[in-house]
């Protein structure tokens, strides 16, 4: 007689049975069971997000995968430089803060080096005269602070310093691979609903709250924010936050221009730019399974390609003119709100009228940069004295009664009028407009990290805070997401208490 088989057998034979007859099955996130992973990721835009995240994607799907990175324009998006008398400046993102750690990790890794950095003093113009200055001496300028604001300074140090404590936890959380499905979770794991709650209230009040005058709001809060965002203390606290940290002493620059920093990242991720315009991102089904199909313009040569994965590291804002249309989704995927500020980047090559500033003699005017109060009758935020992106072991700052490069930044573009009441004379003027940072304080919202299966959005962080870091933070959470999604791994998206998680993991 033949025995029956074991129950254990029958079992496996009905398991197999079933894998073999079934149909190639995807879940519901259009990534595959196989666990193959993706052929083919697409990313729009070669800014530092884009780059970052090509880097991060890299790391984490392997060798591989084939990465595509669109640019319209430069690489490098908004860090950017521009030309004077055979050296090059800096006209957009200009300091990095030494917390940085991403920024940080990529220059060691890419070889650059730190830019070296040149002494200039700071002082605060209210329109008639200066009201605020740096001097030589540090025990000085703590003592001026303390006298003209009491302790409102020593409390606003004490609040950077906390918030900036609870955002170096992503460090220690991504270093673990958690990823996190909203910015409104990533900020929750960092700081509660109190980072959340941030990003939806003014600064103003949350200063007040803390006890700070409203003199040393008006004298020093606004003249940061209007130099760093080109807005009123009125932006939500968080950004301002990230705002007040970037102010600080410890700042740093990349030795021959940020610009390199995403050069470098496209190389060491091994993808391929593709100097194209997207037009269009569209879904194309298979089954469960879902990819893209982006339509692309070179010059004038037209074409498209399919992804597995697609990171948009560009403003999507109907404001925004970036050209892709998200075309064939349901339910439709609309524009997204809010709007970019802008502002204008000027780039000086001349004399600057000191007597404007309350100083008829140059050679007694003593400050690299003027930061403007909130007075109506201003129309530019900043004049500063710029140095160039390579800084040679004998180079020096120019004196006031010699012909500088200077930055200005307004909300308009400069008249001739305005030009010479900023400077005696000039060389040559160069003038950078920029989209530059979300128009704060809209109520609009943070916008989703997910847009669809596999499709994701970077700048989204920027309406949280806009900052070379925080783009790069978000790049490496949404590669994390990205590779957790494909994979199925749940257990890594959005885990809350992760500061317990990590401790015991060790």
């Known amino acids: ?88 400046y800096e006209s957009g993102g200009s300091i990095i803060h030494s917390l940085n750690l991403h920024m940080q990790e990529f220059v060691k890794l890419l070889g650059l080096k730190y830019r070296r ?22 025990l000085l300028d703590l003592f001026r602070l ?50 959340i709650n941030m990003t939806q209230r003014p600064l103003s009040n949350s200063l007040v709250e803390l006890g700070m005058s409203q003199h040393f709001i008006d004298e020093v809060i606004a003249p940061i924010m209007r130099v760093n965002y080109g807005q009123n203390v009125s932006i939500p606290a968080f950004v301002g936050a990230v705002s007040l940290a970037g102010a600080q002493t410890n700042l740093w620059a990349v030795e021959g221009g940020n610009k390199l920093v995403c050069s470098g990242l496209l ?15 569209s879904p194309v089904h298979s089954g469960e399974a879902v990819q893209y199909q982006l339509s692309f313009t070179a010059g004038t040569e037209a074409g498209s390609d399919v992804y597995d994965v697609v990171v948009l590291a560009t403003p999507l804002q109907a404001s925004v ?60 935020n900043s004049a500063a004295s710029v140095c160039p992106v390579n800084i040679s072991a004998g180079f020096r700052r120019k004196q006031p009664q010699e012909a500088g490069v200077y930055k200005v930044f307004s909300p308009q573009p400069l008249d001739k009028t305005q030009l010479k009441t900023l400077f005696r004379s000039y060389y040559s003027v160069q003038v950078t407009e920029w989209q530059a940072y979300p128009h704060y304080g809209s109520g609009q919202g943070l916008p989703p990290v997910e847009l669809h299966p596999n499709l994701y959005y970077l700048n989204g962080i920027e309406w949280a805070g806009s900052a070379m870091e925080m783009s790069s933070v978000a790049a490496k959470n949404i590669a994390l997401l990205a590779y957790h999604r494909w994979n199925r791994q749940t257990d890594m998206v959005d885990q809350k208490d992760l500061m317990h998680r990590i401790k015991t993991e060790l």
């Open 1 to 88: 007689m033949l025995r029956s088989p074991p129950r254990t057998l029958l079992l496996l034979a009905l398991l197999l049975h079933l894998l073999l007859m079934a149909p190639l099955a995807h879940g519901d996130s259009g990534s595959p069971l196989d666990g193959a992973p993706p052929s083919k990721i697409a990313v729009v835009g070669a800014g530092i997000g884009g780059t970052a995240t090509a880097h991060f994607l890299r790391q984490n799907f392997g060798p591989e995968v084939q990465i595509d990175v669109f640019e319209k324009g430069e690489v490098g998006g908004r860090l950017a430089t521009v030309t004077v008398n055979h050296n090059d």
């Open 117 to 138: 950095s040149v002494a200039g003093k700071t002082a605060v113009f209210n329109s008639e005269e200066v009201i605020l200055e740096e001097t030589d001496w540090y």
């Open 146 to 195: 303390w006298w003209r604001y009491g302790i409102s300074f020593i409390r606003l140090q004490m609040w950077v310093e906390e918030i900036m404590e609870k955002f170096m936890r992503i460090y220690k959380y991504q270093a673990h691979g958690y990823a996190f499905s909203s910015v409104e979770e990533l900020l929750g794991s960092l700081g509660g609903s109190g980072f």
């Open 267 to 281: 190389k060491l991720a091994n993808a391929n730019l593709l100097q194209a315009q997207v037009s269009s991102v």
């Open 321 to 380: 003119e970036s050209g892709i249309k998200l075309q064939g989704f349901s339910p439709p995927l609309e524009p997204l709100p809010g709007n970019y500020h802008h502002t204008v980047a000027t780039i000086v090559h001349g004399y600057l009228n000191t007597s404007f500033f309350g100083f008829p003699d140059p050679r007694l005017f003593p400050f690299a940069s003027v930061l403007t109060t909130d007075a109506p009758d201003l129309f530019f």
